[in-house]
């Protein structure tokens, strides 16, 4: 999913299990957000991973930090802000689509 207001990426816990990385790739996530449920979030850890979009022919990446949550959700994760700057996207909500430059 893509969060437009979301500061952060996120990572739910389920896929980070499904996708079978080792908890000795996690850092340390000491800080608090805000506004993403009623409540206080406090993520487990977060991980740094490539974010790549687009297909085979078209596609683009960034690296990107995740903080990872123990919670469910319908989505695996949400890109925020930040990536979406890095990746370089233009979001039309009315269109339902993203648009990117690629080196091809």
Not at 20 to 34: D, H, K
């Amino acid at each position: 999913m893509v969060g437009t207001g979301s500061s952060v990426n996120i990572m739910y816990k389920g896929c980070f299990d499904q996708m079978g990385l080792g908890s000795n790739q996690l850092i340390a996530s000491p800080e608090l957000f805000y506004g993403f449920t009623v409540d206080v979030v406090i993520p487990m850890e977060r991980i740094r991973l490539p974010l790549m979009v687009g297909d085979s022919d078209h596609q683009s990446t960034a690296m990107a930090d995740f903080l990872i949550i123990d919670s469910a959700f319908a989505y695996n994760v949400i890109m925020g802000r930040l990536a979406m700057n890095d990746l370089n996207l233009i979001i039309s909500t009315r269109a339902l689509m993203i648009k990117f430059p690629t080196p091809n």
